[in-house]
T-cell receptor
């Protein structure tokens, strides 16, 4: 069974540009969540999509957005990039998703997209 | 909002020594998950604890969930160089919240 696939793996952008990252979840998983990882800040939750609907959202500005397609593939977009957006962006898929409570499922992470903003 | 604190932030040990990382939540949790991230890698699920006072073992790793379901620990006995990485806890209540992780380095 193929794992979670994220593209691109590495990218360099300049301030003010925008970027789109893609995530293909494990087959059969309907939940995709996105995390930003920076040194010292750990894993910061961006948002979760389940069956094409945003189900949870973290505390990030509106420049960060996402969507999920009918095949469960997900994209996230960051507009008007800032230097502080440089990070590893991780996507995780799950069968039950971040539903909370005892139904919270195991997350399967992709290898991430490392974004550098110059 | 729900907060999950994890200590220590860093731990350096000699190979063969034991290691423990602790996780504390500001709210009662439904369950807690543990992940390991090797240097340059991505987080990989280790285990999920659900019951109050639950203890689970995976070879040299022992995971505990507190009686009040607000704290958890991961203990590694006789560390090896392959244990190097960052260990994250993630507490679940109405959402899954990650701790900032403990970076473990092992001196051979």
């Amino acid at each position: 069974k193929a794992g979670v696939t994220q593209t691109p793996r590495y990218l360099i952008k300049t301030r003010g540009q925008q970027v789109t990252l893609s995530c293909s979840p494990i087959s059969g998983h309907r939940s995709v969540s996105w995390y930003q990882q920076t040194p010292g800040q750990g894993l910061q939750f961006l948002f979760e999509y389940f069956s094409e609907t945003q189900r949870n959202k973290g505390n990030f500005p509106g420049r960060f957005s996402g969507r999920q397609f009918s095949n469960s593939r997900s994209e996230m977009n960051v507009s008007t990039l800032e230097l502080g957006d440089s990070a590893l962006y991780l996507c995780a898929s799950s069968f039950t998703g971040l539903a909370g409570g005892p139904n919270t499922g195991e997350l399967f992470f992709g290898e991430g997209s490392r974004l550098t903003v110059l | 909002g729900q907060q999950v604190m994890q200590i220590p932030q860093y731990q350096h040990v000699q190979e063969g020594e034991d290691f423990t990382t602790y996780c504390n939540s500001s709210t009662t949790l439904s369950n807690i998950q543990w992940y390991k991230q090797r240097p340059g890698g991505h987080p990989v699920f280790l285990i999920q604890l659900v019951k109050s006072g639950e203890v689970k073992k995976q070879k040299r790793l022992t995971f505990q969930f507190g009686e009040a379901k607000k704290n958890s620990s991961l203990h590694i006995t006789a560390t090896q160089t392959t244990d190097v990485g960052t260990y994250f806890c993630a507490g679940s209540n109405y959402k899954l919240t990650f701790g900032k992780g403990t970076l473990l380095t092992v001196n051979p």
